[in-house]
């Protein structure tokens, strides 16, 4: 496996997990009235930003060379 496609796959996970992570913690943060909990699923909001943000680069990064970038994007 090539390391974009395992980037990909890794990105594409970090977002799916930071998800599950978000609606979890909201959940138990506004059930229980827990600052702390409402304010980790706000982290792992910033996370799923994160993730996005490597999935991206790396969707650019994985582009076939040019005429401006004779070796690719990377």
């Not at 978000?22 to 009235?33: C, E, M, Q, T």
């Not at 980790?40 to 076939?64: E, Q, R, V, Y």
């Amino acid at each position: 496996m090539d390391r974009y496609k395992s980037t990909k796959i890794a990105g594409i996970l970090g977002i799916i997990g930071n998800i599950f992570l978000l609606v979890i913690k909201a959940f138990i943060g506004f059930i229980s009235n827990s600052q702390a909990m409402i304010a980790d699923s706000i982290n792992s909001a910033s996370d799923i930003f994160a993730s996005l943000m490597t999935f991206i680069g790396n969707k650019i990064a994985s582009k076939p060379g040019d005429s401006d970038h004779n070796f690719g994007h990377r």
